[in-house]
């Protein structure tokens, strides 16, 4: 078997049912499998998307192991000389799955390989590509100077901002949102560290990776990661988790580093984790006094494009949903850029969801156009017509 695709689930089963429909049709033509683990949702995940995909495996866990462990019951089960580890709330474009496939053949020392992630907007998200991120690099990224010069490759190592976007390139961490591996490489290296309960796992594997000489690379192939649908980023338990990590994997690496330089590091991790945690706080205490904020928060207006019948259907939905929405009936032919001859001359200020139909428009389509125009305030959504369900980033609506 040539490829297997694992994904863990947490409560997100309207993302996780877009993401294998993406994936079915990224591995048309592809020896492959899918795994789905389910740790322990509370939402019905797999009774929800398993009379659609009848091929996945699905593997129903009775507690919330975490993404290490989770992924690595279902490495043990997988057959596949390539493991792709992907997140519920991604979108595959058609072509990346193939690409990256092609290249690791291509490249028998890379062990692991990872992609251009869009963001909602269009953007590019910066942790595409990443650094291994040893006590020099975090403590520039802490101070601000990798932001400061994005081009610099000694300051700007964290997100290696300085290669480019439009090439492949050799990068130290691959994002765990999308990662494929070599199964040789794992057998040699070992699996996912189950000391990881979230975050920290997909750089601590990397490192481990790049020890044992082998590659890692970033190709210009997209994915759309909404980034964190199955986490709540605002919450104590983000801060906790992301910041634990973050002190395992440089005790685990950098545990014998000199004090003078592994002490400032460590207090700079806590501090930031008490920052966020002091800013949570008080976020939450503005709300409960009323003053969350002056001027009430205006509704996104909505822009749907697809075939007639698709159109038919969202004029329902947002009719039910007392949406402010426009209509485009279109394809890729009749609309060769999209919505951007649409939103280019609307004010700004307003969000905007342009929600393409997925029956009309591929998902290479969306995300082409979609990362060709990132608009300030534009966000991308999708309206599937078979499940006749609406997603963005911030909500579900059937």
């Known amino acids: 078997m040539k490829l297997s695709v694992i994904i863990v689930n947490y409560n997100v089963k309207h993302y996780l049912y877009q993401c294998l429909d993406s994936v079915y049709k990224a591995i048309e033509g592809i020896d492959a ?25 699905y593997i129903e866990s009775n507690h919330n192991l975490g993404f290490a462990r989770a992924n690595n019951i279902a490495i043990r089960q997988s057959e596949g000389e390539y493991v792709l580890l992907l997140n519920p709330d991604t979108v595959v474009a058609e072509n990346t799955i193939h690409h990256t496939l092609e290249f690791m053949d291509q490249h028998p020392d890379a062990g692991s390989a990872g992609v251009m992630m869009l963001r909602d907007d269009g953007t590019k998200a910066p942790e595409s590509r990443r650094g291994i991120p040893t006590p020099t690099t975090a403590f520039y990224k802490m101070t601000g100077l990798c932001q400061r010069y994005p081009n610099s490759r000694r300051f700007a190592r964290y997100y290696m901002s300085y290669l480019p976007w439009d090439e492949p390139a050799e990068i130290e961490i691959v994002s765990g949102a999308y990662c494929m591996l070599r199964r040789q490489a794992l057998d040699k290296v070992g699996l996912l560290d189950d000391d990881f309960f979230m975050y920290g796992e997909d750089i601590d594997l990397s490192y481990r990776l790049l020890l044992a000489e082998y590659h890692n690379w970033y190709l210009p192939e997209t994915i759309l990661h909404y980034k964190g649908e199955s986490t709540q980023k605002s919450s104590f338990r983000y801060v906790h988790v992301f910041y634990e990590a973050m002190l395992i994997f440089f005790r685990k690496h950098f545990g014998g580093t000199s004090f003078f ?6 207090m700079a991790i806590f501090v930031k984790a008490t920052l966020a945690l002091v800013h949570i706080k008080m976020s939450e205490l503005r709300k409960s006094l009323g003053f969350s904020s002056r001027h009430r928060k205006r509704e996104p207006e909505y822009l749907f494009i697809g075939s007639t019948a698709a159109i038919a259907q969202c004029k329902k939905l947002a009719r039910r949903k007392g949406l402010t929405a426009q209509f485009q ?23 905007r969801y342009v929600v393409y139909d997925t029956e009309t428009f591929s998902y290479q ?25 609406l997603i963005t980033a911030e909500e579900v609506m059937k």
């Open 33 to 57: 499998e899918v795994f789905v683990v389910d740790n322990h949702s509370h939402d019905d995940s797999v009774e929800y998307v398993q009379h659609k995909f009848k091929t996945v495996n």
């Open 261 to 266: 330089i592994s002490l400032p590091i460590k």
């Open 329 to 351: 009936v279109g394809s890729p032919q009749t609309l060769p850029e999209g919505h951007y001859p649409l939103v280019a001359d609307l004010d700004t200020k307003t969000m």
């Open 365 to 389: 389509d969306i995300l082409t156009l979609m990362a060709k125009h990132p608009e300030a305030n534009v966000h991308v959504g999708t309206y599937n017509p078979r499940s006749k369900t």
